[in-house]
């Protein structure tokens, strides 16, 4: 990689919090409004807000950022999903989903108020490293632990279906259309796509040890990763093995997160932990990274529905990249 001190670029817009922020996550569902949903959290504490960026209306100078909520979780969150069922237009709706170091996920339903219902799902016998909504109409959510399972719960917390991996699960994403396909990555470096009716793998993709995985949402035949300092892409149609492979990060790669508006922009994100973490955010028409920018112990990567810009959380503020196509 390019020496990224000399092209660190700064963020195209900060946005102060009270504290460090240790995930962040756009909601990927049209909020029925303008503005679009954004959570936020860290040490015992969940953020809802919305966002609208001058990028999506003129008379906003940066962005306009406005907190709906802000409640107490029992621990730090250390994994966030949204809900496609929350929305601003009509009645609004917030539902999203926690999990923390307690091995258990939260149902968190805030209405508008001041009252917030927590339903707390409990099954998984060690720490809970990803977790997502069923994309069409939320009524089960997937999770992948370091217990060697995969498992959908209903939102009353009933487990309906346990799937059985190899190592640790890292991550899981769900088909936007098909919603019996859902793809879950290994720690060892197996990535499975399974069909939930049967139960059972259908396809399956190699590497070497992975940190994470992502299903590119616009175009599902694309699949990325991130494993040692490599970002990794398959196209599920050619190989069992990566089409691509470059390093990235000058330390290990930790999350890869696919642009949900573009389907060849892609941003990877260096360990948390250091001082400063590493952004890079790549074009695959580009053999030069687009953007490379740090945040302080930047931690989390989330993309926004329709524009090019992504959201790192960092130390009391969030951190905008916007990428001029």
């Known amino acids: 990689p390019r020496d990224a001190v000399d092209s660190s670029r700064s963020p195209s817009y900060t946005v102060p919090c009270d504290d460090y922020v240790h995930v962040v996550e756009f909601s990927p569902f049209s909020s029925g409004a303008p503005a679009s949903l954004l959570a936020y959290g860290g040490n015992q504490y969940v953020v809802v807000a ?42 609004p709706t917030i539902r999203l989903c926690t999990a923390a ?14 009252r917030h219902e927590v339903k707390v799902i409990e099954g998984h016998t060690s720490y809970i490293n990803h977790l997502v909504f069923e994309p069409t109409e939320g009524k089960q959510i997937a999770s992948v632990s370091d217990d060697n399972t995969c498992r959908v719960w209903d939102l009353d917390g ?66 990325g990763g991130v494993s040692g300092n490599d ?8 190989s069992s093995y990566p089409q691509e492979k470059r390093p990235a990060h000058i330390d290990k790669a930790r999350l890869f997160k696919w642009s949900r508006a573009n389907e060849n922009l892609f941003a990877t994100t260096g360990y948390p932990g250091k001082i400063n973490s590493q952004i890079i955010i790549h074009h695959l028409g580009h053999p030069q990274p687009v953007t490379i920018g740090s945040a302080m112990v930047g931690s989390g990567l989330s993309w926004h529905r ?20």
């Open 101 to 114: 170091a307690d091995r258990k996920l939260r149902l968190l339903t805030p209405d508008l108020q001041d």
């Open 306 to 325: 329709t524009l090019p810009l992504c959201v790192v959380g960092s130390d009391r503020k969030l951190c905008f990249w916007m990428t001029e196509m």
């Open 231 to 238: 970002w990794l892409i398959w196209d599920i149609t050619r």
């Open 158 to 223: 009933n487990e309906c279906v346990t799937l059985r991996l190899r190592s640790p699960g890292i991550s899981v994403c769900w088909h936007p259309q098909e919603v019996m396909k859902l793809m879950v990555a290994e720690k060892k470096g197996t990535i499975r796509f399974y069909n939930l009716v049967r139960q059972e793998a259908i396809l399956s993709l190699d590497c070497g040890p992975l940190m994470f995985a992502d299903w590119c949402i616009p175009n599902t035949i694309k699949v």
């Open 50 to 91: 919305t966002c609208l960026f001058q990028e999506e209306d003129m008379e906003v100078e940066g962005v306009e950022f406005n907190v709906l909520r802000h409640f107490h979780h029992e621990l730090r969150v250390d994994a966030l999903a949204w809900s496609p069922e929350s929305r601003l237009d009509r009645i």
